[in-house]
């Protein structure tokens, strides 16, 4: 069974950096586009970083500078790197990707991860 499972939540006071990791497991062959959304209570859903083979990172203008995104194809691992966090990014994040099986790929998400930053 494909899916993506995200780790490195938790809790951290302002200022303070997270790496939040999303592993591929399944037969999984590579990964391509992905992203990493977030969500916060009574919010909808935002897109937080996005990264295409085409186009690179791209980045919320709220996380712009702090934020970073990355992947290891061979780990099948995406990363999202988060330093100088603030009270607004307490959200749950989710990963999202599209991840090449033998002959198709596919759209899969991760099933969250709290991060809640306290001041």
């Known amino acids: 069974q494909v899916q993506l499972v995200e780790s490195g939540g938790g809790l951290v006071q302002t200022g303070g950096s997270l790496r939040l990791s999303c592993a591929a497991s399944?037969?999984?062959?590579?990964?391509?586009?992905m992203a990493w959304y977030r969500q916060a209570p009574g919010k909808q859903r935002e897109l937080v970083a996005s990264?295409?083979?085409?186009?690179?990172?791209n980045y919320a203008d709220s996380v712009k500078g702090r934020f970073s995104i990355s992947r290891d194809n061979g780990k099948k691992m995406i990363y999202l790197q988060m330093n100088s966090l603030k009270t607004e990014d307490t959200a749950v994040y989710y990963c999202n990707a599209k991840l090449q099986l033998s002959g198709s790929w596919g759209d899969y998400w991760g099933q969250g991860t709290q991060v809640t930053v306290s001041s």
């Open positions: 990264f295409t083979s085409i186009s690179g990172p």
């Open positions: 399944g037969r999984v062959i590579s990964i391509g586009s």
